[in-house]
């Protein structure tokens, strides 16, 4: 059973930035491909990102440019570094580890990101 928590969202104005984080609790973090997906109220949760285990990374047309994954093996650590964040970016963001069918497999809890002036 893998363990997610993600940590790092809240409140910011329009134009400013947020570093989500991710930690697992498996011990084979490094062979799974992590995604970082987003619920807005009243809307269905959409894919942000994801990385692979080789680090090949994928992002969707609406944060491209401005999201950026990573991750970090040694701290079973993914990542959203977001800039230049809209009012449109404000949901609960969540991690999942990613199956070789590139489907979600396991979920966080899920953190809010609220992007308002």
């Known amino acids: 059973q893998v363990q997610l928590v993600e940590s790092g969202g809240g409140l910011v104005q329009p134009g400013g930035s947020l570093r989500l984080s991710c930690t697992s609790s498996?011990?084979?973090?490094?062979?799974?491909?992590m995604g970082w997906y987003r619920q807005a109220p009243g809307k269905q949760r959409e894919s942000v990102a994801f990385i692979t285990s080789a680090g090949f990374k994928s992002y969707s047309d609406s944060v491209k440019g401005r999201f950026t994954i990573s991750r970090d093996n040694a701290k079973n650590t993914v990542y959203l570094s977001m800039i230049s964040l809209k009012p449109e970016d404000t949901a609960a963001y969540y991690c999942?580890?990613?199956?070789?069918?590139?489907?979600?497999?396991?979920w966080g809890q899920g953190t809010q990101v609220a992007v308002s002036s």
């Open positions: 498996g011990s084979i973090f490094s062979s799974y491909a």
């Open positions: 999942a580890t990613m199956r070789p069918d590139m489907k979600p497999d396991y």
